[in-house]
């Protein structure tokens, strides 16, 4: 297993020759795991921050996805997770850590297809809850691998970088700039809270929803993921659920889940909660941070929604708590 990523010059997806390289190695790894492709790729999905392609083989189909720079290490996390915890991940054939690409096989249908309830959203959360704790004494070996560390004691001088960049400050303007850094002060005290509750930092997926959990019950798509506070996952997925069943921030159906997740955690219901709203408050710079590694060095050209996500997220700090 790689230890590190390198620092390899960003993919161009519509390079035909990144194209035919891409192709050639995904043909390689499948002819020597007995598996031939038996078609032309198809390019499924093409985004700033990842490309997916489906290959046909006698096998059935795989998929290959390949990371911009600032999301790589999907790949060499992705192969860790095989061995950590093989029947809660989607398990990849083969990976290039250097390249951020990954191959894998088709695993059926997301959640996400199957018209989920409620009760399947919990059944997740409470199932990827499970694996967080599984992986707390990973979190070394994570960051290791290229996974960013955003451990609550570090997230305060991360927002000071965000601060200082002058692209954020350009895109949350001077009105929006001096509301987030008044705000400075308190993500320092939030963060130190959060640091002494005395639970272990582990795999925040920081993009849990339905569309990223197969129906077998294997999580997969780690490129927004750090080493964290573990209930800043619970942001990303209340929000979604929010959005999907048409909830407010805090209404009765989302705290539910919030409850699911936090059933199994030990120690006192009430100081749960309480660092399941701090991790959701302080995780919006985790936010922010991840989709500016997405973007870094992409080959294809930003749409201002995208460009701007990093200072949306930021400004998302002065508004009320999701939990």
């Not at 990144?18 to 190695?25: C, H, L, T």
């Not at 959005?243 to 006192?268: I, M, N, S, V």
Request: net charge negative; with cysteine; hydrophobic share 45%.
């Amino acid at each position: 297993m790689r230890t590190a990523i390198s620092t390899i010059d960003g993919n161009d997806w519509l390079d035909p020759v990144w194209r035919a390289g891409a192709e050639a190695w995904a043909t390689e790894r499948l002819a020597a795991h007995g598996t031939p492709v038996t078609g032309p790729f198809e390019q499924t999905r093409v985004r700033p921050w990842s490309v997916s392609l489906r290959v046909p083989t006698t096998r059935g189909v795989h998929w290959f996805k390949a990371n911009t720079h600032g999301c790589r290490y999907e790949a060499a996390l992705a192969s860790a997770l095989a061995w950590w915890a093989p029947s809660e991940v989607l398990v990849p054939v083969a990976v290039d850590a250097d390249r951020g690409w990954l191959l894998t096989a088709d695993a059926g249908q997301i959640l996400r297809e199957t018209a989920p309830t409620l009760d399947d959203w919990a059944r997740m959360l409470a199932a990827y809850g499970a694996l967080q704790r599984v992986l707390t004494e990973r979190a070394d070996e994570m960051v290791a691998l290229g996974v960013p560390d955003l451990r609550p004691e570090r997230l305060p001088a991360q927002l000071a970088g965000l601060l200082d960049d002058p692209a954020v400050r350009a895109d949350l303007g001077e009105q929006r700039l001096a509301a987030v850094s008044a705000v400075a002060p308190a993500y320092a005290d939030w963060c130190a809270e959060l640091a002494a509750d005395g639970l272990a930092p582990s795999l925040q997926h920081d993009d849990l929803h339905d569309g990223n959990v197969f129906v077998n019950g294997r999580f997969f798509d780690w490129g927004d993921a750090s080493v964290a506070h573990p209930f800043g996952t619970l942001l990303v997925t209340l929000s979604s659920a929010g959005h999907t069943f048409g909830l407010r921030p805090g209404a009765p159906e989302l705290l539910r889940l919030r409850d699911a997740y936090l059933a199994d955690w030990p120690g006192d219901p009430a100081a749960l909660r309480h660092s399941a709203t701090l991790a959701c408050r302080v995780t919006r710079v985790s936010r922010a941070l991840s989709w500016r590694r997405s973007l870094d060095r992409s080959s294809l050209p930003l749409d201002d929604d995208v460009r701007t996500a990093p200072a949306e997220w930021l400004g998302e700090l002065t508004e009320a708590d999701v939990i």
